[in-house]
């Protein structure tokens, strides 16, 4: 073990979390309300982290919210999902861990810092009902809108996100018609809590984590970038920042938890450890693999579990932070009635209102070619697409604003201008325009999954609220560009159950623990599921703080029997 001491600490705690999202804090907050100091360091000027970009939802099976609804459910049946699903890439005691403490951590939190959550009413699991053990409502969970005025100070030093519509719940949006029809849309809610500033998803998620570690006087230090971890020979016991260009040595005296998200802004990390070539990235500049720079020196050893690339699209003019560009997920569009999504041979390579369909096809390689058949590739839809439904940052009834996508009046004409096989693009658009008719998608099975119907669908639109045919020109293309998962990421530092961070040698890094995307995602393998992430997060912190704090907890070890382990 590296022996780096300074000559004096500027700052000491016993937990010491390095990012303020939602892992970081419910380390430090879990921390200290079982006896031990607690500060939590931010390299950015506003705190949240990418649990404040994302739409808020929490995965938690065998919650205690759904089963007051009467929903049947239990922590068992989330673990034989997710095993199924991991494509034997999981680690079954890492899954049983999740299952049993998820649970655990949500009432925790609502006890403890008064953290609202509901469960989002016929929303589904991903693969309802094609998996045995899926529900069709009572996993996925969001927070109650929360009254972002009581942070006092931190109202606006605590994120929101650019990319979600936070002045509403699932409830609201599901209400309205879906994203497709935003249109129609009651917009008096929303701007009547926007008025007040009560934050609902991912915004509202993270502000009730900053207000509990508030409560408690749990100090937040923002602008700080920690460069190095500081280990004493047997232990990591602190970590060297820097803050306005000074030194800053941080004593831990029971641990660091690494909570910094994934390494998504790292380009040369995402081709190496993620496999993705030039990924686009929706999050904040920051995210860029500190938790692997920090730990590496130490020994910390990497996981990965297999993931592809998303789609995403950038609309001219937008921008986020730092005068980034600001990209946006495909997903809510190109799902959507008259579109689809065509590679260069001008066919569909998935289902385009499942994303999971989309990504694990968009980085395959054709072994007798050493190409990528199905990168790059374009959304092509017509006018009646563009009547309807938004694209991207552009409305409904709106021009594609210039230099987003390109407009022909016929389907040939727009071929030739973006390089498509005419003949392959005339041949998909008529199958799909016939599947469109009959509301059976022969090839793909688009629109037969309850959750794309929700997240990407017209419930308007008949018979297949997934599909409609692709007839009226105008016809637009917009191509599409690889994105990293928005802090989700297939690669992070392997941990155990007590999320400690584990050697080559497997055994834990003492002092050293992880929470988050910032951990490796051994506790749910090859499958992704929308609220898994922030469950994650919400349940590595909990473990982690309690371990820190010398109260680690021992259920799993109690209750392995109930998972046949």
């Known amino acids: 073990m590296i022996r780096n001491l300074p000559a004096k600490w500027d700052l000491e705690a016993d937990l010491v979390a390095v990012g303020s999202g939602g892992g970081g804090l419910a380390a430090a907050i879990t921390a200290h309300d079982h006896g ?118 931190w109202q606006f030093k605590t994120r929101v996100s650019p990319h979600v519509p936070y002045g509403l719940t699932h409830a609201d949006i599901f209400h309205n018609g879906g994203t497709a029809n935003m249109l129609k849309w009651d917009y008096s809610v929303m701007s009547e809590r926007l008025g007040k500033d009560e934050r609902c998803l991912g915004p509202g998620l993270a502000a009730y984590f900053v207000k509990g570690a508030l409560d408690r006087g749990i100090g ?34 029971k641990g660091v938890v690494l909570a910094v998200s994934s390494f998504e802004r790292n380009a040369e990390f995402s081709k190496t450890l993620g496999a993705q070539l030039e990924p686009e990235s929706m999050v904040m500049s920051s995210v860029d693999g500190a938790h692997l720079r920090l730990a590496g020196p130490f020994g910390a050893r990497i996981a990965r579990v297999p993931d592809g690339s998303i789609l995403g699209l950038h609309t001219p003019g937008e921008e986020q932070e730092g005068e980034l560009p600001l990209w946006r ?178 055994k834990p890094l003492d002092g050293l623990y992880v929470a988050g995307n910032s951990a490796a995602r051994t506790d749910n393998g090859a499958v992704m599921q929308s609220g898994m992430t922030n469950a994650r997060g919400m349940t590595h912190g909990y473990l982690a703080g309690r371990h820190a704090a010398g109260e680690p907890s021992p259920r799993l070890a109690a209750e392995l029997g109930r998972f046949g382990l």
């Open 36 to 153: 031990a100091s607690a500060i939590v360091l931010e390299r950015d000027e506003q705190v949240g982290g990418v649990t404040a970009y994302s739409m808020g939802e929490v995965w938690v099976p065998g919650n205690h919210l759904a089963q007051a609804l009467g929903i049947t459910d239990s922590p068992e049946s989330g673990y034989r999902y997710v095993k199924r699903l991991s494509v034997g890439y999981a680690d079954d005691a890492a899954v049983a861990n999740q299952a049993v403490h998820a649970p655990e951590a949500l009432k925790y939190f609502e006890d403890r810092i008064g953290l609202r959550m509901r469960v989002i009413r016929d929303c589904p699991d991903y693969y309802h009902p094609f998996s045995n053990d899926s529900v069709a409502e009572g996993r996925l969970l969001e927070v109650e809108p929360f009254a972002a005025e009581s942070l006092g100070e």
């Open 220 to 253: 937040i230090h923002t602008g700080v970038n920690v460069e190095e971890l500081i280990g004493d020979g047997e232990r990591i016991v602190g970590v060297r920042a820097t803050k306005d260009g000074k030194d800053l040595f941080v004593k831990a005296a």
């Open 329 to 506: 997920g495909a997903l809510p569009f190109m799902g959507l009635p008259h579109t689809i999504v065509v590679n260069r041979a001008g066919k569909r390579f998935g289902d385009e209102a499942f994303y999971r369909s989309i990504a694990l096809a968009l980085d395959r390689i054709d072994g007798a070619t050493q190409t990528h058949p199905n990168y790059p590739c374009w959304a092509i839809f017509d006018s009646q697409a563009r009547a309807k439904y938004p694209f991207g940052g552009a409305m409904p009834g709106q021009e594609l604003p210039e230099g987003m996508g390109v407009k022909a009046d016929t389907l040939a004409e727009l071929a030739a201008r973006i390089g498509v096989d005419p003949q392959g693009l005339a041949t998909t658009v008529e199958a799909f325009n016939g599947y469109s008719e009959t509301g059976e998608d022969a090839e793909f099975g688009r629109g037969t999954r309850p959750w794309s119907v929700v997240m990407c669908g017209d419930p308007f639109q008949k018979p297949n609220p997934n599909l409609g045919t692709l007839r009226e020109g105008p016809f637009y293309a917009v191509e599409l560009h690889r994105m990293a998962g928005g802090g989700i990421t297939s690669t992070g530092l392997l941990i155990d159950t007590h999320c400690r961070a584990l050697g080559w040698d497997g």
